[in-house]
Structure formats: C-alpha cells, structure tokens
C-alpha cells in the first residue's frame, strides 16, 4: 500500500506540473492576443491625448473574466489611466512594464499584488514612425491555476484512497479466509496432537496440501509416540523402581484410582495474573510447593484451589472464579479464592508467616502469636473449606491434596462435612520437636485440624517423629508406633515421610551443553558484568531461613583464606522478595544488602565486587542459565523442609560437572550424599567446601553429579506423587 501510495503520488506531481505549465501557456497566449486587439483601439487616443477617452476604455474592460484590470503609461513608465480595480501602487508590475519598452516587444510575467498571484502582461505603444512612447498592461487573477491544481491533487488523493481501501479490504478477506482460517486450522490440529486429544479435520487450500501432509504425519507420529509411552507406563505400573514419567503417572491414575477426581489446595497460586500497562500477563511464582505440585497437575489433575493474588486474577476467570492453566496449554482448571486485606494480614502475613513460619524453622527467630491473626486465621480456612466443598459437591469419592501449613485447619473442617472424602495433608515445611511446638497458643486446635486428615506427608522421618511426639503430649488420642497412625475419634491418620522432588527428565544425560545453552550463558555473564574466571550461584528467596548472610560471611572467610582467587572469583546471589510486607522481612533485606556491600568494598577490583546481587524474581530459563556457568551451588538453609533449588541444580547439570554445597539442616541433605554437607553456622567450614569445589577436578565432579544425578532421576516428583496417591488409595 505504501508504494501505490508513493507511485500514485509521483505521477500526481507530474501531472500537477504538466498542468500548470499548460495553463500557464495558455494564459500567456490569450493575454497577448488580447493586448494586441486592445492595443488597436487605445494606441490612437494616447496619441491624440484623449486622457478620458483612455480611462473609458480601461474601465470598461476591467473585472471582465478573468481580467482584473488595465493601465496604460507613458514613455517615462507614469500612469497615464488605470482601472479603478487596480491599486495605482503595483511597483511589480512596473518591471513588466519597462522591460516591454525597453525590448519593443511584448513581455509577461507571474507577481503578487496584494498577496494575490496574478500575470502582468504588457505591450509597447507606438507612434506615427513606430517609436516607442508608451505601453499597455494587462492585469489577470491566475488563482484558477491553483485551484486547478488544487483539483487535480484532490481527486488523484480520492482516487489513491479509494484504491488502498479495497485492496486492504481484499487483503484483509485473503489474509483472513485464504491463510488465517487454513492456519488456526493446522495450529489448532497441533495443539491437539500435542495435547493428547483426537486431531479435527484440517481443511486448507490446496496450496498448503504439502504442509498438511507433512503435519498429518507428524499428528501420525506423535500418536503413536504416546501408545508406545501409555503400553509401556501400562507395563511397568507394578515397578516402582522403572523410571516415572508424567505418562506414566496419567496411567497410574486411570488404572488405580479409575475416576476419582483430584483436587489440590494451596495458598500460593501456580500462574499470577498481573497488569503491565494495558495489558495482562501471567507468571510462575517462586516457591517449591508450586515447582513441584504443578507438574502433577499437569499430568493428571482436575482443580486447583487457590487465594488469587494478583492485582489481574480478577480478570481473566469466569463466574464460578476459575480459569483454564497452563495458559499456553490448558489442562487443568485454577479456582481462585479472594481474600480482603484485612485477611490477607492476618492469615497470611500474621499468623501463618509471623508465627508458625518462625515456630515451625530453628532458625532463632521469635515467633509472634496475636488473637486476631489466629481470629483471621480460623476465618480464612473456613472460607477455603467452603471452596473445596462447593468444588466436590457431585463428586464421589473425591481426593484432597491439601498443601502446608497456611491450611492447618482444613482438613478437619472438610472431613465433617465429606468423610468419604480422602484428604492428603502435605507439610512443605520441618517439624519441630514437642517442646518447641508447645508454645503455641492453639498447638490443641491446629493438631486436631490437621489430624482430619487421612495422610500427613513430611519430607523426612525425623519431622514424622517430631509430629508423633507432639500429639502424644498435647493430645488424647491412640498411636500406633509400628504403622506410624494417629487415631482420634474413631479417625486414623497415617503420618509418613515422603520426601519431594522435581520433574526430572529421564532421557540420557548430553555430555556437554548445546550451542544454544553456550550463548544464553555468555549472554546472562555479559548482562550481569561478570568477567572472572570462577563463578558461585546461590538461588533463594529473600527469607532468613534461607542462611544467605551465613553464606556472605563464609564467602568473605574464604577469600580472605585464599586470596589467590581474589578478583577472579563472583558469586551470583539471585534474592526474589518474599513477603515484603512483614518488618522482620524488610529489615533481612536491608541487613544482607548491606552485608554485601561491605564484602564488596572490602574486595573490590576492576570497579566490581566479588558478590552480584540479583533482588529481583528470575524465570526458570534465566535460573537454569545461571545453575549451568556455575561451577558451584550454595544451599545454606538453617532449617528446611526439602530445598528444590539442590535438586534443580541437579537437574540443570546434564553436562555431569559442577558441585553442590548443601546445608546438613536441609531435608534434601539426607538424600544428596555426594554432595558436600556443611553447617551452614560454620563460615569455615563452608569456606572451605568452596575451596573444595573450586578445585575439585572433573572426573570426580563427574563422579558425583553422576550419583546425584540418579538419586533424583529415580525419585522425581511423579514417583512421589504415585506414591502419594497410592497411599492415599490404599487409606481409603
């Protein structure tokens, strides 16, 4: 459209030109023939002096057509008559007028007289023996010129217009029947090959037939795939020690709990919506729980039931608060709760994160309990409960996932009102010991809501007997020591360790990483400026259970212990912000960029320190980046339940290299053996792991993410999820 515009516009300033030229021609040859006929009747009367008789004239023939007037001068250029249309000052036509004396000839041109365009002609007057002695002009309004002009760039505009209009008219039908339908068509028959569903019928043109052949047999292909993938999860559902998939744990599901449907609750949501400028956009939280429930309901879930948090949630859900997700792949529906402020602060921020977070990790940080968090609290998992039980109203049987400590209460309210409900309890978090937990005001309440629940998971054994140990002191109930069951008004519930883990890829570890991996990695060290030659990663929330300032310390001991790598050494601190709204919260922040600042000047070198601190949220593409130009990790919990950032540093190692530096406090700890276990209290020991790390060579790198690398291939989420859900069948 832009070159028929450029071309139209070309030919319409040649035809402009071409116009102009040609009524400007014409009026020149008109105007002198009508000075010569003009000239005939007043040559005789300026010679006989006849001054009235010459203004007669000059007034009569003026304002006729398209003449404005006449004057007549005399040898010296003096106005002898003038039309009184004509001002008697018109200085520019005296040029026109001289140079027509002057030559003997008749002489014109274009002036502006009282800023209209006009054409002056004149002609010499002449005596008995042809001498000149005076002159003639003639004064023409040439505006028609220009509003001929004016004319031709108006229509030829019109016509340009006219023309671009239909031809975006007809592309846009061609765009939208001939290619834009024929490709929702192949992209939609993609998404279903890929989605598992039966492929529609692809109707195109005839022109996209080799596409559509191409693309039948890759639906083809893709099919068989997934057969191939159902017979052999079919196959080796009895044997759990085969590697677990997402296929196979679909299979698991068909096959064992036939069509009980699964839902999961969680206070964080998988996918938050949020408004950046006009538009609404989604991201993936930072938390474990969501790392690792996500991909089982991906796999085989129904609902997810959880507070909407984003300042867009709002926006995207239909009337029953639910939206289909993932959104680039929907496969399951997220029922979002709302919560007001005020119990957002008191439930959330309050009680959950002020008091049983603190309580519930030894990390010397005093709980702080308030009647009115525990008020909101209660409230809260009320309003939740009534969510799940709108949810499982016709369902039969139905199984709850219920996801740590924010929901405490909720198994016992939705077991009173559903008891052929079966309800899993998962407590993302440790447990600690009885006398620890007994200083919680309402310890008697949130057992009994918890023991409403048919299974309680904690990530290692220890937290079980914690668990057990608590409820024998602060309730009557019957404890089966040898099955690990807590039985309370004629209810059981199983307590059992059921340490988490990751989506792990099962295919074969690459020995090196790709051309693609190689560039993104260049690209993150060049955006963070990082130029040295050994490079540490640390991945975390911006919580002081985490152990990041215990780190800082150990990083400034070991350079202090080893200079030699002082100015070739950074470490990447990635701290997204968590739950900035809570004090101790926002003054850990303040304490750890301080700290790392002070670490900074002390070392400083080539304008940069040894520490890059990132508060901000990375995605999981970004996080695997930095896990991969890392020639080590630091996980430095003082007090975890599991900690996925080890084992997805793991997962991101498929080159085989690079060291783990795990905290001993961590659940992960009792499963990573290779890694190097530190008290993350100890700055010198963990200083020296790093030493380790950083000159560990290859083959025994290789040795160990090869034996860690098992651990977590052969206990990947969908094994635990398998194992969850066949515990919770068996229960049932």
């Not at 939280?285 to 474990?288: L, Q, W």
């Given at each position: 459209?832009?070159?028929i515009?450029?071309?139209?516009i070309?030919?319409?300033?040649?035809?402009a030109?071409?116009?102009q030229?040609?009524?400007?021609?014409d009026l020149q040859?008109?105007?002198?023939?009508?000075?010569e006929?003009?000239?005939?009747?007043?040559?005789?009367?300026?010679?006989?002096?006849s001054?009235e008789y010459?203004?007669?004239v000059?007034?009569?023939f003026?304002?006729?057509?398209?003449?404005?007037?006449?004057?007549?001068?005399?040898?010296?250029g003096n106005?002898v008559?003038?039309?009184s249309?004509?001002s008697?000052?018109?200085?520019?036509?005296?040029?026109v007028?001289?140079e027509?004396?002057?030559?003997?000839?008749?002489?014109?041109?274009f002036?502006?007289?009282?800023?209209?365009?006009?054409h002056v002609t004149?002609i010499?007057?002449h005596?008995?023996?042809q001498?000149?002695?005076?002159a003639?002009?003639l004064?023409q309004?040439t505006e028609?010129?220009d509003?001929?002009i004016?004319?031709?760039w108006r229509?030829?505009?019109?016509?340009?217009?006219?023309?671009?209009s239909l031809?975006?008219?007809?592309?846009?039908l061609l765009?939208?029947?001939v290619?834009?339908e024929p490709m929702?068509?192949l992209v939609t028959?993609l998404?279903?090959?890929?989605s598992?569903?039966s492929?529609?019928?692809i109707s195109t043109?005839?022109?996209?037939?080799?596409?559509?052949?191409e693309?039948s047999?890759?639906n083809?292909s893709?099919i068989e795939a997934?057969?191939?993938a159902?017979e052999?999860?079919?196959v080796?559902l009895d044997?759990?020690?085969s590697p677990?998939t997402?296929q196979?744990l679909q299979?698991?599901?068909?096959d064992?709990?036939?069509?009980?449907?699964?839902?999961?609750?969680?206070?964080r949501?998988?996918y938050?919506?949020?408004r950046v400028?006009s538009?609404v956009?989604?991201h993936f939280?930072?938390?474990?729980m969501?790392t690792?429930?996500?991909?089982?309901?991906?796999?085989?879930?129904d609902?997810w039931i959880a507070?909407?948090?984003?300042?867009?949630?709002?926006?995207?859900?239909?009337?029953?608060n639910?939206?289909?997700v993932p959104p680039?792949?929907p496969k399951?529906?997220?029922?979002?709760v709302w919560?007001?402020?005020?119990?957002e602060l008191?439930y959330y921020?309050?009680f959950?994160?002020?008091?049983?977070w603190?309580l519930l990790?030894a990390a010397?940080?005093?709980?702080?309990f308030?009647?009115e968090d525990?008020e909101?609290y209660?409230k809260?998992?009320?309003k939740?409960?009534d969510?799940?039980?709108?949810?499982?109203r016709?369902?039969?049987k139905p199984?709850?996932l219920?996801?740590d400590?924010h929901?405490?209460?909720?198994p016992?309210l939705i077991k009173n009102?559903?008891g052929?409900?079966t309800?899993g309890?998962f407590?993302?978090?440790p447990w600690?010991?009885?006398?620890?937990?007994?200083i919680?005001?309402w310890k008697k309440?949130?057992l009994?809501g918890?023991?409403g629940?048919?299974?309680?998971?904690?990530?290692?054994q220890?937290?079980?007997n914690?668990f057990?140990e608590t409820?024998?002191?602060?309730?009557?109930?019957l404890?089966d020591f040898e099955?690990f069951?807590v039985?309370r008004?004629?209810h059981?519930?199983?307590?059992?360790?059921?340490p988490?883990?990751?989506?792990?890829?099962?295919?074969?570890?690459?020995?090196?990483f790709?051309?693609e991996?190689?560039?993104?990695q260049?690209?993150?060290?060049e955006k963070?400026g990082?130029?040295?030659?050994?490079i540490?990663?640390g991945?975390?929330?911006?919580?002081?259970?985490?152990g990041?300032?215990?780190r800082?310390k150990?990083?400034?001991?070991f350079?202090h212990s080893?200079?030699?790598y002082q100015?070739?050494?950074?470490?990447?601190q990635?701290?997204?912000?968590?739950?900035?709204?809570?004090?101790k919260y926002?003054?850990?922040?303040?304490?750890?960029?301080k700290e790392v600042?002070?670490?900074?000047a002390?070392?400083?070198?080539?304008?940069?320190g040894?520490?890059v601190l990132?508060r901000?949220q990375?995605?999981h593409q970004?996080?695997?980046t930095l896990?991969r130009l890392a020639?080590?990790c630091?996980?430095?919990s003082l007090?975890d339940g599991m900690?996925?950032?080890a084992k997805?540093?793991?997962?991101a190692r498929?080159?085989?290299k690079?060291v783990?530096i795990?905290?001993?406090?961590?659940?992960?700890s009792?499963?990573?053996k290779?890694?190097?276990i530190v008290?993350?209290y100890?700055?010198?020991q963990t200083?020296?792991?790093?030493?380790?790390a950083?000159?560990m060579?290859?083959?025994?790198?290789?040795?160990?993410?090869?034996k860690?690398?098992e651990v977590v291939?052969?206990?990947n989420?969908y094994?635990?999820?398998a194992?969850l859900?066949?515990?919770l069948?068996d229960?049932?």
């Open positions: 459209m832009a070159i515009s450029l071309v139209a070309s030919f319409t300033i040649d035809q030109n071409r116009e030229e040609r009524l400007s021609t040859y008109r105007s002198s023939l009508l000075a006929t003009l000239r005939e009747t007043i040559e005789p009367s300026y010679l006989n002096q001054t010459l203004q007669f000059v007034e009569k003026a304002n006729r057509q398209r003449l404005v007037g006449l004057s007549v001068y005399d040898h010296a106005i008559a003038i039309s249309t004509l008697p000052d018109i200085s520019t036509s005296h040029i007028v001289t027509a004396m002057d030559a003997n000839a008749p002489s014109g041109d002036v502006t007289i009282n800023d209209l365009k006009m004149a010499p007057l005596d008995e023996n001498a000149v002695v005076g003639l002009a004064v309004n028609y010129i509003t001929r004016g004319e031709v229509n030829n505009l019109i016509r340009v217009f006219t023309q671009v031809l975006s008219l007809a592309l846009i765009i939208r029947w290619f834009y929702r068509s028959a998404r279903d090959a890929r598992g569903k492929t529609t019928t043109p005839s022109f996209f037939t080799p596409l559509v052949g693309i047999n890759l083809r893709l997934r057969l191939a159902s052999e999860a079919r080796n044997q759990l020690d677990w997402a196979r299979e698991f599901v068909k064992g709990l036939k069509d009980r449907k699964i839902v999961v609750v969680s206070n949501e998988p938050v919506h949020t400028g538009n956009t989604y939280p930072a938390s474990g969501v690792a429930i996500e991909p089982i309901m991906q796999a085989c879930g609902t507070h909407g948090s984003g300042d867009a949630d709002k926006l995207v859900v239909n009337a029953q639910k939206i289909r680039d792949e399951y529906d997220l029922r979002r919560l007001t402020e005020k119990e008191g921020y309050g959950a994160n002020e008091g049983m603190p990790h010397y940080n005093r709980p702080i308030r009647k525990w909101q209660q809260v998992n009320t939740f409960a969510a799940v039980l709108s949810e499982i016709h369902l039969r199984i709850i219920i996801q400590f929901f405490a209460l909720l016992r009102s559903r052929d409900a309800i309890l407590w993302h978090i600690v010991s009885a006398e620890t937990f007994s919680c005001p309440a949130i009994d918890m023991l629940a048919d299974l309680l998971g904690f990530h290692t220890q937290h079980c914690n057990i409820t024998s002191r602060e309730l009557e109930s404890i099955r069951t039985t008004d004629n059981t519930s199983l307590v059992k360790a059921l988490i883990s990751i989506p792990f890829s099962n295919g074969k570890d690459k020995t090196a790709t051309e991996e190689n560039i993104a260049k690209q993150m060290l963070l990082v130029r040295t030659r050994y540490g990663v991945i975390d929330r911006l919580d002081y259970t985490k990041i300032l215990e800082l150990a990083i400034e001991i350079l080893y200079p030699l100015g070739d050494f950074t470490f990447i990635v701290a997204a912000p968590s739950r900035t709204k809570i004090r926002q003054q850990f922040a303040q304490e750890v960029e600042n002070r670490i900074n002390q070392f400083k070198s080539k304008n940069s040894p520490i990132i901000e990375y995605n970004q996080v695997n896990y020639h080590f630091l996980v430095t007090h900690n996925l950032v997805e540093y793991i997962a498929h080159d085989q690079g783990l795990l905290s001993e406090f961590t659940g992960a009792r499963e990573l290779e890694a190097l008290n993350p100890n700055g010198e200083a020296e792991a790093i030493h380790i950083l000159g060579k290859q083959s025994e790198q290789i040795r160990r993410m090869k860690l690398r291939r052969n206990h989420v094994r635990w999820s194992e859900l066949q515990i069948s229960v049932s």
